[in-house]
């Protein structure tokens, strides 16, 4: 597995304001994903962070609002930009781990409440 | 249709009891299914990885049915500590998952 770390863990924003995530994980990997998890809900997925290029986003999210970096194969980063409370969620990285069965595995989340 | 659908439950079960959950998918093309477990406010952890041929690791087993597009999942001798929402997922051909609404279990003493 891989030790993955997310801040903040949680915070409390303001309308109109944006709040950047940051995930670190202990080890180079290839994939890394951005899910939202909304109250009740499972997890969507938001976008592929792409090593040194775009993300690829899925339908229904957008660069302008999610916008997200990869510098390198440990960390990765994404903004949540000018947030209303429907934003508010748990927002997770997740890093694909390949290997003889190959696996998913999460950062411990940011819970957003936007008010 | 979503893609992975599951029995939100909840499942109330006494202590000892053996449980079930099923969950269907719809993307034939799916190669590989797992389920999750998530407790209240944490994020989800691998609880097993679900192979055609079956999958048993202590008191839960996972199973895949291909022919009719489900997977499932077994836990024996239920305890309280097994008490949280079950998702189930299936990859997407990107290594990324689709995950299921998940099933809650409460066991019960």
């Known amino acids: 597995s891989a030790v993955i770390s997310q801040k903040p863990s949680r915070d409390i924003c303001q309308r109109g304001t944006s709040l950047t995530i940051q995930c670190q994980v202990d080890?180079?990997?290839?994939?890394m994903f951005w899910y939202r998890q909304q109250p009740g809900q499972s997890l969507t997925l938001i976008a592929t962070?792409?090593?040194?290029?775009?993300?690829?986003?899925e339908s229904g999210f957008v660069i302008d609002k999610f916008p997200i970096s990869r510098p390198n194969l440990t960390f990765s980063t994404l903004t949540v930009s000018n947030m209303s409370p429907e934003d508010s969620s748990i927002y997770l990285c997740?890093?694909?781990?390949?290997?003889?069965?190959?696996?998913?595995?999460f950062g411990s989340g940011t819970q957003l409440s936007v008010l | 249709r979503k893609e992975v659908e599951q029995d939100p439950g909840p499942f109330n079960v006494p202590e000892g009891a053996t449980v079930a959950f099923n969950c269907t998918y719809s993307?034939?093309?799916?190669?590989?299914f797992f389920w999750y477990r998530q407790d209240c406010r944490k994020e989800p952890k691998l609880l097993m990885s679900?192979?055609?041929s079956g999958n048993e690791d202590g008191r839960f087993t996972a199973q895949l049915n291909r022919a009719s597009q489900y997977i499932s999942l077994l836990i024996r001798d239920s305890k309280l500590s097994d008490s949280a929402t079950y998702l189930c997922?299936?990859?997407?051909?990107?290594?990324?998952?689709?995950f299921g609404s998940g099933t809650r279990l409460q066991v019960q003493p």
């Open positions: 997740s890093v694909f781990i390949q290997g003889l069965r190959e696996k998913l595995f």
């Open positions: 080890s180079q990997v290839t994939m």
């Open positions: 962070a792409n090593q040194g290029s775009e993300a690829t986003y």
């Open positions: 993307n034939s093309a799916s190669q590989s």
């Open positions: 679900v192979y055609s």
């Open positions: 997922a299936g990859d997407t051909g990107r290594r990324a998952l689709t």
